[in-house]
Each structure stands twice: as C-alpha cells, then as structure tokens.
C-alpha cells in the first residue's frame, strides 16, 4: 500500500532551478534511507542523492555535487532534492526511492525497496 509520489519535474533553462519532492501515500512508516536516481535513455539508473540516519546524513553523486541539496522531513517521510545551475545533461526522469532500514550500500538501486514512479526534468541551453 505505500507509493512514494513525486512532484515538482518540469522544463527549465540552463543554470536554472527546480524542486522536486517525493512523499509517500497511504499506510507509512519511517523510512530510514531516502535517495534520489535519475534516469536517461540507454543509460543505467544513475545514483543522484541520498539522506539516512537519524543524523540526516548526506552523500551526492560527483556529477551533482555542489549544486544538488537534499534534504527531508523525517516526520512525513518527505524528501526534497533541490537542483539549482541544472546543466543539459542534468535532463532525465528523476525519481525517489526509500527503504525503512539504514544501509551502506547507498548507491544501489537494489538496496531501496519503496520506489516514486518518476518525474521527468528537462533543462534547455
């Protein structure tokens, strides 16, 4: 019964911003470890951000560091990734995932159990 819903993809221009969230509906629970993939096609799901712990730890893939934040509300399950200088090859289908248990293999898709069923980004130069 739990689906994480994102919201906030949209069209933006090169060096632009945008927001995007992601929370679940219906039945939830507290979910320990909060990411963020992106997607294109003919490229593998590509790791973009994640926040875990009860420390709110961060850790960014190097093609968003210093220009992605991520962050959450732990009481409502919510994460935000906000992009700001978005670059064309930012353009993808961004989408959420969590998983109620604290891991260390972030990065790995299959380490998530709770997927968003995407949103899409497009930055134009």
């Known amino acids: 019964q739990v689906q994480l819903v994102e919201s906030g993809g949209g069209l933006a221009q090169a060096g632009g911003s945008l927001t995007l969230s992601c929370a679940p509906s219906g039945r939830t629970f507290s979910m320990s470890t909060m990411a963020w993939f992106r997607q294109t096609p003919g490229k593998d799901r590509e790791f973009v951000a994640v926040?875990?712990?009860?420390?709110?730890?961060?850790y960014y893939g190097d093609s968003v560091k210093g220009r992605f934040t991520i962050s959450r509300d732990s009481a409502k399950n919510t994460v935000y990734l906000q992009m700001n200088s978005l670059k064309p090859e930012d353009t993808a289908l961004y989408y959420c995932a969590a998983t109620p248990t604290y891991i260390s293999d972030y990065a790995r898709g299959q380490s998530y159990y709770y997927w968003g069923q995407g949103t899409q980004v497009t930055v134009s130069s």
């Open positions: 926040v875990r712990g009860s420390e709110e730890s961060t």
